[in-house]
């Protein structure tokens, strides 16, 4: 059963980066049958898409978050990794990295999530 | 790209239907067959209910439907049951082939 576990500080100042790391568990981020994505839920809100990576290495992302985010992998560690710089109060959320078959429009495995607190 | 309008909350009483409803545009959700819905339970990992449209994955109960029409998608809970109280969310694919989510709804069983 795959397993996926994100992790990081819970806590980041405003105008820092926010660093989080999603564990999968089974090897298969290694595979080409695969993209991964981060989402997010601010408290209150609905879900929002970040972006995602293939494993070719391409990346595409929100438009709204482009400029500050970066997704990338370790194939070694199998973890991706989530990048978001310059953060405000506004990126207060619960963090999500989930998987996605290639060829396939939805998202079948999540993990349950990091929420990462934007404060002083 | 506009968040996918959902109802902020729906209830009902154990063993009576509920329908979700998610309306978005023709640029995601009226023009595509990639409609997913997830069902969210605090600390826990979203789960997928509903993907293109109207399929279930294997292990999902028949209770859970899906369907879709103009640029409107719905989702159906049968035979509501008490672990059925959760936030559910819809997705679409999108012509930016980016994906959107929608404000999520709040499924309470009375």
């Known amino acids: 059963q795959l397993h996926l576990q994100e992790s990081g500080p819970g806590l980041v100042e405003p105008s820092e980066t926010l660093s989080l790391t999603c564990t999968v568990s089974d090897g298969s981020i290694s595979s080409s049958s695969y993209s991964w994505g981060w989402v997010r839920r601010p408290p209150g809100k609905g879900l929002e898409w970040i972006g995602s990576?293939?494993?070719?290495?391409?990346?595409i992302y929100s438009p709204s978050l482009s400029s500050r985010v970066i997704i990338s992998v370790d194939m070694s560690k199998s973890q991706l990794s989530l990048k978001m710089t310059s953060v405000t109060a506004t990126d207060t959320a619960v963090y999500y990295c989930?998987?996605?078959?290639?060829?396939?429009?939805?998202?079948?495995?999540w993990g349950q999530g990091i929420l990462v607190t934007v404060s002083s | 790209q506009s968040a996918l309008t959902q109802p902020a909350s729906v209830s009902g009483s154990p063993g009576q239907s509920i329908t979700i409803s998610c309306t978005g545009t023709s640029s995601d959700v009226g023009g595509y067959h990639y409609v997913s819905w997830y069902q969210l339970n605090p600390g826990k990992a979203p789960k997928l209910r509903i993907y293109d449209i109207s399929k279930r994955p294997s292990g999902v109960s028949s209770r859970f439907s899906g369907s879709r029409s103009g640029n409107t998608a719905s989702l159906t809970i049968s035979g509501l049951q008490a672990e059925d109280e959760a936030d559910y969310f819809c997705s679409s694919y999108t012509s930016s082939s980016t994906w959107v989510f929608g404000g999520g709804t709040k499924v309470t069983v009375l």
């Open positions: 989930a998987r996605r078959m290639e060829w396939l429009q939805f998202f079948d495995y």
């Open positions: 990576l293939h494993y070719s290495g391409s990346t």
